[in-house]
């Protein structure tokens, strides 16, 4: 196997991931990915260090998702695409984690890009916030600061807009449990 077909079967998954949350668009994030490695093949002879193939690919999609960003003036207005929710993979475990992590990867796609983009790295990829750093090119103490308020932000939307989850569930309440109908 080459060296490149070794290193698109390492890190295409992630990649991918990476790219859907920062585009929330199927499309877009496998173009994300291609251009990410269309440009390895030009370029990536010239990283030195082979070991950091990882974090230059992670900086690459970002720097090309900015480039395109800033070519697209109608990014904003795209909503949460529902198949792209579903081609990430949900979390393992039982029903109630599953759901819950279903509804923080979608509140994840409502975040602002500052705030998206070094939550999906922590995460959903396990970068360090070093890697962090470098990826998205800002200081170390930038990374902390905004995986605290998007953690926060997170927090707060989890708490206070409505779940999309099914109406006849059990509802745990201070004072006990609820069976809640809809």
Request: glycine share 6%.
């Amino acid at each position: 196997m080459s060296e490149f077909a070794e290193l698109v079967d390492t890190h295409y998954q992630a990649l991918f991931r990476f790219g859907m949350s920062l585009t929330r668009d199927v499309d877009r994030a496998s173009d994300l990915v291609q251009e990410t490695f269309c440009i390895w093949a030009a370029k990536g002879d010239q990283l030195r260090d082979r070991s950091k193939a990882k974090t230059w690919l992670f900086t690459t999609l970002h720097r090309e998702f900015l480039t395109q960003l800033r070519r697209s003036a109608k990014y904003a207005d795209e909503p949460l695409d529902e198949s792209a929710a579903e081609a990430i993979p949900a979390p393992e475990g039982d029903a109630e984690r599953q759901m819950d992590g279903q509804r923080a990867l979608e509140l994840l796609g409502s975040l602002d890009e500052t705030y998206r983009a070094p939550l999906a790295l922590f995460y959903l990829q396990q970068h360090s916030y070093k890697e962090i750093a470098e990826i998205l090119d800002v200081p170390i103490g930038t990374v902390m600061s905004r995986l605290s308020r998007g953690k926060e932000m997170l927090r707060q939307k989890m708490t206070t807009e409505p779940s999309s989850a099914p109406k006849n569930i059990l509802h745990l309440e201070p004072g006990g449990i609820q069976h809640r109908h809809g």
